[in-house]
């Protein structure tokens, strides 16, 4: 254990906190979490946790989320600047005008998106549970955002209901091309393909597999293939490994990396631990409209 580790414990005893880590960072930050994850098991534990105090690990979305279903707790983000572009790549407007455009229309939010987002929609999703919780839903008219990839897929497998897309995406899996798989695959030529939702659907139609981060996690650990090539954020390789230490695992591009993801580390958890800075504060209002959509993806996809 290192001396971040060693301090990072004490502080956690000290202030009452529990560390929540997305599968995405470092593997180190990791290593110290008492929980890893994909965003929809992140936001469950929060929910669950004692702790006084959430040091979420992850992008300023994840932040606010906890903070919304945990208004007493306090909530620190090692690294205030660490954001998503794509939680930002919806507009409110549009929302409105397709709300008057269909009367029967359920804007369908992907947790990966700014509380203000999340404000203006009927209910939030996951990769994980996105496909289950639209099936449920009454509206035959969904507008899902703001992941243009994401939301393709799930109407792929949704053909019941007529989706209406919007044009955001993750620049990390849609950097991912047909050709860079390709050359994966005929490097490795044993290798199975797993892929994120969050790729092109030209990627998708390649891949062996096609689930979330902690469903990739799931496939590779129980399948009995010896080799992978990994379309997502490379440190969910960290996991991968420690799951699966006689398998090989490749990527499927040479830039499956979130740099926002990579600025959390152990010296910034030390930092807000001791100082108590980087704070993530939710309006009540804010917070009331934005917990609605939460709340109700927690109940559908029970």
């Known amino acids: 254990m290192s001396e971040w580790q060693r301090r990072i414990e004490e502080l956690k005893r000290e202030k009452n906190a529990v560390i929540l880590a997305h599968y995405y ?3 180190e930050v990791q290593q110290a979490a008492d929980y890893i994850g994909d965003s929809f098991y992140l936001s469950k534990i929060a929910t669950g946790v004692s702790a006084d105090t959430i040091v979420f690990c992850g992008v300023s979305f994840m932040g606010e989320s906890a903070k919304i279903l945990n208004p007493e707790k306090t909530v620190l983000m090692p690294d205030e600047t660490a954001d ?3 939680a930002h790549m919806a ?3 549009k929302i409105q005008r397709l709300r008057e455009e269909y009367e029967d229309l359920a804007v369908v939010c992907y947790i990966n998106s700014t509380a203000e987002l999340k404000c203006y929609s009927d209910v939030c999703v996951t990769s994980s549970n996105a496909m289950k919780i639209v099936k449920k839903l009454p509206n035959k008219n969904i507008f899902f955002i ?3 990839n994401l939301g393709r897929y799930i109407a792929g497998q949704v053909p019941e209901k007529n989706f209406i897309f919007n044009d955001g995406f993750c620049h990390v899996h849609a950097e991912v091309s047909p050709d860079q798989v390709k050359a994966a695959k005929e490097s490795h030529p044993a290798a199975k393909f797993l892929a ?3 790729c092109r659907e030209e990627v998708l139609e390649l891949a062996d597999f096609i689930g979330s ?3 990739i996690i799931e496939y590779a650990s129980a399948c009995e293939a010896e080799e992978y090539i990994i379309g997502t954020e490379l ?3 960290y996991e991968l490994k420690e799951k699966n230490p006689d398998k090989a695992f490749f990527a499927a591009g040479p830039v499956l990396c979130c740099p926002n993801m990579k600025k959390i580390s152990l010296e910034k958890i030390v930092h807000v631990l001791e100082t108590g800075e980087n704070e993530l504060h939710v309006s009540e209002e804010v917070r009331r409209r934005a917990y609605a959509p939460l709340e109700r993806m927690l109940e559908l996809a029970k």
Do not use: A, K, R
């Open 25 to 27: 960072v470092d593997g």
């Open 84 to 86: 998503c572009p794509m």
């Open 91 to 93: 507009d409110i407007g």
């Open 146 to 148: 703001p992941d243009e």
């Open 196 to 198: 994120h939702p969050e």
């Open 213 to 215: 981060t902690s469903e």
């Open 235 to 237: 440190g969910v390789l």
